[in-house]
């Protein structure tokens, strides 16, 4: 199954990759998804790839609910 679904969400400075699968293993641990190779430091948005839907919305409102990354 492919991660035909994407989820642009704020995160900006350093290490954004790390963060996020740090955040994600605490909040969404049943959650697949596919991030970038990398990021720049630079850019103030990540884009998160998920398998459906459901997922995206999943992720959405686990997000809005938890302090940010």
Same mark, same amino acid.
């Given at each position: #199954?492919?991660?035909?679904?994407?989820?642009?969400?704020? !995160?900006?400075?350093?290490? /954004? %990759?790390? +963060?996020?699968?740090?955040?994600?293993?605490?909040?969404?641990?049943?959650?697949?998804?596919? %991030?970038?190779?990398?990021?720049? !430091? /630079?850019?103030?948005? #990540?884009?998160?790839?998920?398998?459906?839907?459901?997922? +995206?919305?999943? %992720? %959405?409102?686990?997000?809005? /609910?938890?302090?940010? !990354?």
């Amino acid at each position: #199954m492919t991660f035909r679904y994407s989820v642009v969400l704020p !995160i900006s400075g350093s290490h /954004k %990759l790390s +963060r996020f699968r740090q955040w994600a293993d605490e909040h969404v641990p049943a959650l697949s998804y596919s %991030l970038p190779y990398q990021t720049p !430091i /630079k850019t103030e948005t #990540m884009t998160v790839r998920v398998r459906s839907p459901e997922d +995206r919305q999943h %992720l %959405l409102s686990v997000f809005a /609910k938890t302090p940010q !990354i």
